[in-house]
């Protein structure tokens, strides 16, 4: 076989399995990204906790008391104790998916939400997932999000 239908072949089989991996790993990433809001309705920090890399970054851009905007750390353990500290109401985060961009190892998701204390709207905004590929599958290594009552971005 020469070089020409050596390279052509390959250029086929590329174009045909590259496309399928990249389904697959949308479809994973969503999981992972179900997984955690799964975790937060059940209230198990175990379950969030396992879809996460060890040194998440948990972010908020918001307005503060002088109306400027600023971005804001929080700090992933006490959120997981949140998650895992029994509540009257289930921690509902409804989410669309946005785009997933995936480039080798790592991703980038968009996902608008609202969110729900029990069955009273509290929230909305948008959540921008960062993602990495590990031995153990997608894990979530950064995760902004925005707040506000209107103007949501889903119905």
Same mark, same amino acid.
């Given at each position: 076989?020469?070089?020409?239908?050596?390279?052509?072949?390959?250029?086929? /089989?590329? #174009?045909?399995?590259?496309?399928?991996?990249?389904? +697959? +790993?949308? $479809?994973?990433?969503?999981? !992972?990204?179900?997984?955690?809001?799964?975790?937060?309705?059940?209230?198990?920090?175990?379950?969030?906790?396992?879809?996460?890399?060890? *040194?998440?970054?948990?972010?908020?851009?918001?307005?503060?008391?002088?109306?400027? !905007?600023?971005?804001?750390?929080?700090?992933?353990?006490?959120? /997981?104790? $949140?998650?895992? !500290?029994?509540? +009257?109401?289930?921690?509902?985060?409804?989410?669309?998916?946005?785009?997933?961009?995936?480039?080798?190892?790592?991703?980038?998701?968009? =996902?608008?939400?609202?969110?729900? /204390?029990? *069955?009273?709207?509290?929230?909305?905004?948008?959540?921008?997932?960062? /993602? #990495?590929? =590990?031995?153990?599958?997608?894990?979530?290594?950064?995760?902004?999000? !925005?707040?506000?009552? +209107?103007? #949501?971005?889903?119905?």
């Amino acid at each position: 076989m020469n070089r020409t239908c050596v390279f052509a072949l390959f250029a086929v /089989l590329f #174009c045909v399995t590259a496309p399928l991996q990249a389904q +697959d +790993d949308a $479809a994973e990433i969503r999981k !992972t990204i179900l997984t955690m809001f799964d975790g937060m309705r059940e209230g198990d920090s175990a379950k969030v906790h396992s879809v996460m890399m060890k *040194d998440v970054i948990f972010q908020r851009v918001a307005k503060n008391r002088e109306g400027k !905007t600023v971005v804001s750390n929080s700090d992933f353990q006490r959120f /997981l104790v $949140a998650v895992g !500290t029994p509540h +009257d109401k289930v921690w509902d985060e409804r989410i669309e998916f946005g785009p997933i961009l995936i480039d080798g190892d790592m991703a980038s998701v968009w =996902t608008p939400f609202k969110f729900y /204390l029990g *069955d009273t709207f509290s929230h909305c905004g948008v959540n921008a997932f960062k /993602l #990495c590929k =590990t031995e153990e599958g997608w894990k979530i290594f950064h995760l902004v999000d !925005t707040n506000r009552r +209107d103007n #949501c971005a889903m119905n």
